[in-house]
């Protein structure tokens, strides 16, 4: 069983910037591709920004891209998020994945079942 642990979420104005941090642990595994998805409330899950070790490649989301980062570390199967010019629609609890199968392509990168463990969110707050 893989064990992601999100951290960083927390009530922030809108302009401002955060951070968020995930960690994977568990027994003899590895990450070939890490991501960020959110949640609105009364809404599914979607897709904000993953990143596939191979090159490494990165894939965002069209609304969060040249404000949001993502970045991290394979060896350590940890990823980043950092949030700039946060803006009220992206309040959501937002949760880590990982693929600890093989390496996410764009297309499949945005996809909920490409992953196979997930984190158990933390809540991003943006007020007006």
């Known amino acids: 069983q893989v064990h992601l642990v999100e951290s960083g979420g927390r009530l922030v104005q809108a302009g401002g910037s955060l951070r968020l941090s995930c960690a994977a642990s568990?027994?003899?595994?590895?990450?070939?591709?890490m991501a960020w998805f959110r949640q609105a409330p009364g809404k599914e899950r979607e897709f904000v920004a993953a990143?596939?070790?191979?090159?490494?490649?990165?894939y965002y989301e069209d609304s969060v891209k040249g404000r949001f980062t993502i970045s991290g570390d394979n060896s350590k199967n940890t990823v980043y998020l950092r949030m700039n010019s946060l803006k009220p629609e992206d309040t959501a609890v937002y949760y880590c994945?990982?693929?600890?199968?093989?390496?996410?392509?764009?297309?499949?990168?945005?996809?909920?079942?490409?992953?196979?463990?997930w984190g158990q969110g933390t809540q991003v707050t943006v007020s007006s």
């Open positions: 994945a990982a693929n600890t199968v093989r390496f996410v392509l764009f297309g499949s990168a945005s996809r909920k079942d490409e992953y196979d463990s």
């Open positions: 568990g027994r003899s595994f590895s990450t070939y591709a």
């Open positions: 990143i596939s070790w191979s090159g490494p490649n990165t």
